[in-house]
C-alpha cells in the first residue's frame, strides 16, 4: 500500500464501480421481486368460489414480508462488508467509500419506494399499527380467536388484558401492536444510515396522522361521532403514534416535532376540537373520574393536557370549559373538587394565571356562597316574632326555604336573560334574603338569574281508584319548570300564550321546558295538539291528574334545545316523572343562583360547533387591539410585519390572530387616533402619544 496512486488508479477506482453495479442490481432485482410478492393471491376452491389468501401461515399480511425481507436483506449485507473491509484490512479511504456506495444503492435510491411499497412498505404498517382495535371490541375479540386457532392462544398484554401475540394494551385501554412497532424501528434503523432518507419516514408519520385525523373530524362533522368519542379517538390515537415515534423512531426530535405538527394541522382547522375537548374533560369530571384514585385522575388529566398544548383556540376552550364548568358547580355535579382543582392547576401551568384567574375565582366564589348560606340560616333561627309575610300564603303559609349562590360578574360566564316572574313565595323569600344580603355587605347589587337553578315542588295527586289516599311526589324541577308549574294551582288548562304572558320566560326556553314536562315518561302536563311540536299561542297544556310514578323523589329532565324547537317531545332520561297539582311546597334550592350579572357573554356557545363563539371573537379584538397599543406604545415607530409577528407572539397562549385580523385592527386604531403611519413609508406605524 505504499504506492497509494496505484492503488487507487488500478484497483479502488474498479472495485467500487464493480461493488455499485452489483449492488444496484441486487436491490432493483430484489425489490421488484418484492412488489410483485406484495400483492395477495388468489385461489379458487373445490366448490368454485375464490378465496383471497391476504395471510400467511402465521396470520400476518403476506405482503409484510417483501419490504421487512428487504430490510434485513440490506442490514445484513452493511455488515457483510464492513466484517469483510475489516478483514481484508483495505485503507479507511476505500471502506468508507464502499460503506457509502451500499448506503446509497441499498438505502438511498429506494428509500421512497420501502415507504410506499403498497401492502409491505412504512406508511403500510403504520396504517396497521393505527387501526388497531380498543381493548374489548369486536375487532379485538376476532383477532384473539385468529391467534387462539393459529397459534394456541394469546399473550398476556401489559394490563393483564390477554390479546393477540404481539399486542399490549396501555394503562388506558389503548391497544399497541408491539411486533409492527419492531418491524417499523428495524426500516428506521436501516434509513437513519443514510439523515436524508429517514425525511421519507417523517412524512409519512405527518400524513397517516393527518389522514387518520380528518376521517375523525368528519365523523364529528356528520354525528357519527359525538364531541366526546372525537376526542376519545385523538386521545387514542396520539397514545399510539407516541409510542411509534419513542419505540420505533427511537424518540427522534425531529419525528416528535412532525408528529406535532400534523395534529395541530388537523385540530385547528377549525374550532371543533377546542370545543370538543371542553364536552369530554366536562363528561369525565361530572362522572368519568367519579371515585377514581389520585393516579388515575392525574394520567387521565395529563392525556387531556397533550392535546390541549396543540390547541391554537385556546380561548375558545377556556370559553367552553368555564360555561361547563358554572353548570357542574351551581349543580352540584363535580365528581370530585380535588379532580376539579387538579385539572385547574394543569391550566394554570400551560397558560399562566391570567388564563385561570376566573375559574379560580369561581371556586372561591362557592366557597364564600357557602359561607353566606350557612349565616343567613342562622340569621333565620335568630328572628323572634318575625312578622309573616302574605306572600307565603300561595306555601300554605310556610315561608320557602330558598338557597342562593351569590356569584361575581366578572368571574361568570353570565346572561342577559330578563328575570322571569317567580311564583309569589319564592319571589317572598328572595327579598328576604336580598334584604339581609345589602344589610349585610354594604355597596353591593344583586343581579337575579332566573334562567339558571333550580327547585322542588311536592305536588299533591288525586287518590288512585279503590284508594282515598292522597298521592305524593316530590318534584326536581328548573326555575322555569317551577314557574310553569305553580300556574296550574288555579287553573287545570293553559294556552301557550297565557302562560308565556304570566311567566315571562323567553320563547324558545319556554317551548323548551314545556315539552320537557309532556314527554311519555314525564308527562306532568297533557298537550292538546298532536305530534311532537307545539303547534301555536293557542296549543293547550292541561294538568295530569292520572300521572303515577313508583318513585316518591322524581328528578325531571330536559330535552335538548334541538329536539324542543324541532318538535321532539322525548327525553332521553329514564327518571320518572310526576304531575303537580294542589300544594306547591318548595324548597330546596328554589329561587336559582343569585349572579351579578350585566352583559350577556354566552356568545352562543353551542357544543360540537366549529366556528368560534361570537363573545369569544369580540374577546379577541380587545385582546388584539391592547396588545398592539401596548407594543406601539413601547417600541414608538415599528413597520408592519415586525408588529405582526411581536403580536402573533404575546397572544398565541390564546389564540393565534390571522395577519388580515391584525391588520383590520391597525386600521382602526389609525382611525381612532392611536396610530399614524409613517409619511415616507406607508407600511411603518408610529404611536401617538
Given at each position: 500500500?505504499?504506492?497509494?496512486?496505484?492503488?487507487?488508479?488500478?484497483?479502488?477506482?474498479?472495485?467500487?464501480?464493480?461493488?455499485?453495479?452489483?449492488?444496484?442490481?441486487?436491490?432493483?432485482?430484489?425489490?421488484?421481486?418484492?412488489?410483485?410478492?406484495?400483492?395477495?393471491?388468489?385461489?379458487?376452491?373445490?366448490?368454485?368460489?375464490?378465496?383471497?389468501?391476504?395471510?400467511?401461515?402465521?396470520?400476518?399480511?403476506?405482503?409484510?414480508?417483501?419490504?421487512?425481507?428487504?430490510?434485513?436483506?440490506?442490514?445484513?449485507?452493511?455488515?457483510?462488508?464492513?466484517?469483510?473491509?475489516?478483514?481484508?484490512?483495505?485503507?479507511?479511504?476505500?471502506?468508507?467509500?464502499?460503506?457509502?456506495?451500499?448506503?446509497?444503492?441499498?438505502?438511498?435510491?429506494?428509500?421512497?419506494?420501502?415507504?410506499?411499497?403498497?401492502?409491505?412498505?412504512?406508511?403500510?404498517?403504520?396504517?396497521?399499527?393505527?387501526?388497531?382495535?380498543?381493548?374489548?371490541?369486536?375487532?379485538?375479540?376476532?383477532?384473539?380467536?385468529?391467534?387462539?386457532?393459529?397459534?394456541?392462544?394469546?399473550?398476556?398484554?401489559?394490563?393483564?388484558?390477554?390479546?393477540?401475540?404481539?399486542?399490549?394494551?396501555?394503562?388506558?385501554?389503548?391497544?399497541?401492536?408491539?411486533?409492527?412497532?419492531?418491524?417499523?424501528?428495524?426500516?428506521?434503523?436501516?434509513?437513519?444510515?443514510?439523515?436524508?432518507?429517514?425525511?421519507?419516514?417523517?412524512?409519512?408519520?405527518?400524513?397517516?396522522?393527518?389522514?387518520?385525523?380528518?376521517?375523525?373530524?368528519?365523523?364529528?362533522?356528520?354525528?357519527?361521532?359525538?364531541?366526546?368519542?372525537?376526542?376519545?379517538?385523538?386521545?387514542?390515537?396520539?397514545?399510539?403514534?407516541?409510542?411509534?415515534?419513542?419505540?420505533?423512531?427511537?424518540?427522534?426530535?425531529?419525528?416528535?416535532?412532525?408528529?406535532?405538527?400534523?395534529?395541530?394541522?388537523?385540530?385547528?382547522?377549525?374550532?371543533?376540537?377546542?370545543?370538543?375537548?371542553?364536552?369530554?374533560?366536562?363528561?369525565?369530571?361530572?362522572?368519568?373520574?367519579?371515585?377514581?384514585?389520585?393516579?388515575?385522575?392525574?394520567?387521565?388529566?395529563?392525556?387531556?393536557?397533550?392535546?390541549?398544548?396543540?390547541?391554537?383556540?385556546?380561548?375558545?376552550?377556556?370559553?367552553?370549559?368555564?360555561?361547563?364548568?358554572?353548570?357542574?358547580?351551581?349543580?352540584?355535579?363535580?365528581?370530585?373538587?380535588?379532580?376539579?382543582?387538579?385539572?385547574?392547576?394543569?391550566?394554570?401551568?400551560?397558560?399562566?394565571?391570567?388564563?385561570?384567574?376566573?375559574?379560580?375565582?369561581?371556586?372561591?366564589?362557592?366557597?364564600?356562597?357557602?359561607?353566606?348560606?350557612?349565616?343567613?340560616?342562622?340569621?333565620?333561627?335568630?328572628?323572634?316574632?318575625?312578622?309573616?309575610?302574605?306572600?307565603?300564603?300561595?306555601?300554605?303559609?310556610?315561608?320557602?326555604?330558598?338557597?342562593?349562590?351569590?356569584?361575581?360578574?366578572?368571574?361568570?360566564?353570565?346572561?342577559?336573560?330578563?328575570?322571569?316572574?317567580?311564583?309569589?313565595?319564592?319571589?317572598?323569600?328572595?327579598?328576604?334574603?336580598?334584604?339581609?344580603?345589602?344589610?349585610?355587605?354594604?355597596?353591593?347589587?344583586?343581579?337575579?338569574?332566573?334562567?339558571?337553578?333550580?327547585?322542588?315542588?311536592?305536588?299533591?295527586?288525586?287518590?288512585?281508584?279503590?284508594?282515598?289516599?292522597?298521592?305524593?311526589?316530590?318534584?326536581?324541577?328548573?326555575?322555569?319548570?317551577?314557574?310553569?308549574?305553580?300556574?296550574?294551582?288555579?287553573?287545570?288548562?293553559?294556552?301557550?300564550?297565557?302562560?308565556?304572558?304570566?311567566?315571562?320566560?323567553?320563547?324558545?326556553?319556554?317551548?323548551?321546558?314545556?315539552?320537557?314536562?309532556?314527554?311519555?315518561k314525564h308527562r306532568i302536563l297533557r298537550k292538546g295538539s298532536k305530534g311532537k311540536g307545539i303547534s301555536g299561542d293557542d296549543d293547550t297544556f292541561t294538568y295530569n291528574a292520572d300521572y303515577t310514578s313508583k318513585m316518591t323523589r322524581v328528578k325531571v329532565p330536559m330535552v335538548s334545545m334541538r329536539d324542543a324547537t324541532g318538535g321532539a317531545a322525548s327525553g332521553s332520561a329514564t327518571a320518572a316523572g310526576g304531575a303537580k297539582k294542589g300544594e306547591p311546597a318548595a324548597s330546596g334550592s328554589a329561587g336559582t343562583a343569585g349572579a351579578l350579572s350585566a352583559s350577556n357573554r354566552s356568545g352562543g356557545l353551542v357544543d360540537g360547533s366549529s366556528t368560534v363563539p361570537v363573545a369569544v371573537e369580540e374577546d379577541r379584538r380587545h385582546l388584539l387591539e391592547a396588545a398592539i397599543?401596548?407594543?406601539?406604545?413601547?417600541?414608538?415607530?415599528?413597520?408592519?410585519?415586525?408588529?405582526?409577528?411581536?403580536?402573533?407572539?404575546?397572544?398565541?397562549?390564546?389564540?393565534?390572530?390571522?395577519?388580515?385580523?391584525?391588520?383590520?385592527?391597525?386600521?382602526?386604531?389609525?382611525?381612532?387616533?392611536?396610530?399614524?403611519?409613517?409619511?415616507?413609508?406607508?407600511?411603518?406605524?408610529?404611536?401617538?402619544?
Amino acid at each position: 500500500m505504499d504506492n497509494i496512486p496505484v492503488y487507487e488508479r488500478d484497483f479502488e477506482e474498479s472495485f467500487l464501480g464493480e461493488s455499485q453495479d452489483f449492488y444496484r442490481m441486487e436491490s432493483t432485482s430484489r425489490l421488484s421481486h418484492a412488489v410483485s410478492g406484495s400483492s395477495a393471491t388468489t385461489t379458487t376452491t373445490s366448490d368454485g368460489n375464490s378465496n383471497d389468501n391476504e395471510h400467511d401461515n402465521n396470520s400476518k399480511p403476506a405482503a409484510k414480508y417483501s419490504a421487512m425481507e428487504y430490510v434485513h436483506r440490506a442490514r445484513s449485507r452493511l455488515e457483510e462488508e464492513k466484517s469483510r473491509a475489516n478483514h481484508l484490512d483495505l485503507p479507511t479511504q476505500t471502506k468508507s467509500a464502499l460503506l457509502r456506495i451500499v448506503e446509497t444503492e441499498l438505502i438511498e435510491r429506494h428509500a421512497k419506494t420501502l415507504v410506499e411499497m403498497e401492502g409491505s412498505g412504512f406508511a403500510s404498517i403504520l396504517k396497521v399499527v393505527a387501526g388497531s382495535p380498543a381493548v374489548g371490541s369486536v375487532a379485538m375479540a376476532s383477532a384473539n380467536n385468529r391467534m387462539v386457532g393459529a397459534a394456541g392462544g394469546g399473550t398476556l398484554t401489559g394490563s393483564g388484558v390477554a390479546g393477540p401475540r404481539g399486542m399490549t394494551s396501555s394503562e388506558n385501554g389503548v391497544v399497541i401492536d408491539r411486533d409492527r412497532i419492531a418491524d417499523l424501528a428495524a426500516m428506521y434503523d436501516l434509513f437513519s444510515r443514510v439523515p436524508s432518507s429517514v425525511n421519507h419516514l417523517r412524512n409519512a408519520l405527518g400524513e397517516r396522522i393527518r389522514l387518520d385525523g380528518r376521517s375523525l373530524v368528519r365523523d364529528q362533522e356528520t354525528n357519527v361521532a359525538p364531541p366526546a368519542s372525537f376526542v376519545k379517538g385523538v386521545l387514542d390515537m396520539r397514545e399510539r403514534f407516541a409510542a411509534v415515534v419513542s419505540d420505533a423512531m427511537r424518540g427522534e426530535k425531529k419525528a416528535q416535532k412532525r408528529m406535532r405538527e400534523a395534529f395541530e394541522d388537523f385540530l385547528n382547522a377549525d374550532a371543533r376540537a377546542a370545543n370538543c375537548l371542553a364536552v369530554y374533560v366536562d363528561e369525565l369530571l361530572r362522572v368519568g373520574l367519579r371515585g377514581a384514585d389520585e393516579r388515575k385522575v392525574g394520567r387521565e388529566l395529563d392525556r387531556v393536557i397533550v392535546i390541549f398544548r396543540y390547541l391554537a383556540d385556546k380561548d375558545v376552550f377556556e370559553a367552553y370549559y368555564k360555561n361547563h364548568l358554572a353548570k357542574r358547580l351551581l349543580g352540584n355535579k363535580s365528581g370530585s373538587e380535588e379532580a376539579e382543582r387538579a385539572m385547574v392547576s394543569l391550566l394554570k401551568a400551560e397558560c399562566g394565571y391570567q388564563f385561570t384567574s376566573k375559574l379560580e375565582g369561581m371556586f372561591n366564589d362557592m366557597r364564600i356562597s357557602k359561607e353566606t348560606a350557612e349565616k343567613y340560616r342562622s340569621h333565620k333561627k335568630g328572628l323572634i316574632n318575625a312578622s309573616a309575610d302574605v306572600r307565603d300564603a300561595e306555601n300554605g303559609g310556610k315561608p320557602v326555604d330558598v338557597e342562593v349562590s351569590v356569584l361575581s360578574n366578572s368571574h361568570w360566564p353570565s346572561q342577559n336573560v330578563e328575570p322571569c316572574i317567580l311564583p309569589t313565595a319564592v319571589k317572598a323569600a328572595m327579598d328576604r334574603f336580598q334584604k339581609y344580603y345589602l344589610s349585610t355587605y354594604t355597596g353591593r347589587k344583586l343581579s337575579w338569574q332566573t334562567s339558571t337553578g333550580g327547585g322542588e315542588i311536592r305536588a299533591n295527586l288525586p287518590p288512585l281508584k279503590g284508594s282515598s289516599k292522597l298521592r305524593r311526589h316530590d318534584l326536581s324541577v328548573t326555575t322555569y319548570q317551577m314557574c310553569i308549574l305553580v300556574l296550574f294551582n288555579t287553573r287545570d288548562t293553559l294556552t301557550l300564550k297565557q302562560i308565556r304572558e304570566e311567566t315571562h320566560i323567553p320563547e324558545d326556553e319556554l317551548r323548551r321546558h314545556l315539552v320537557s314536562l309532556c314527554t311519555p315518561k314525564h308527562r306532568i302536563l297533557r298537550k292538546g295538539s298532536k305530534g311532537k311540536g307545539i303547534s301555536g299561542d293557542d296549543d293547550t297544556f292541561t294538568y295530569n291528574a292520572d300521572y303515577t310514578s313508583k318513585m316518591t323523589r322524581v328528578k325531571v329532565p330536559m330535552v335538548s334545545m334541538r329536539d324542543a324547537t324541532g318538535g321532539a317531545a322525548s327525553g332521553s332520561a329514564t327518571a320518572a316523572g310526576g304531575a303537580k297539582k294542589g300544594e306547591p311546597a318548595a324548597s330546596g334550592s328554589a329561587g336559582t343562583a343569585g349572579a351579578l350579572s350585566a352583559s350577556n357573554r354566552s356568545g352562543g356557545l353551542v357544543d360540537g360547533s366549529s366556528t368560534v363563539p361570537v363573545a369569544v371573537e369580540e374577546d379577541r379584538r380587545h385582546l388584539l387591539e391592547a396588545a398592539i397599543v401596548r407594543i406601539m406604545k413601547a417600541r414608538k415607530m415599528l413597520n408592519h410585519n415586525d408588529l405582526v409577528a411581536e403580536v402573533t407572539r404575546q397572544l398565541s397562549g390564546r389564540f393565534v390572530p390571522p395577519p388580515q385580523f391584525v391588520k383590520k385592527r391597525v386600521e382602526s386604531l389609525i382611525e381612532r387616533e392611536y396610530l399614524e403611519r409613517d409619511e415616507g413609508d406607508r407600511r411603518v406605524y408610529r404611536y401617538m402619544a
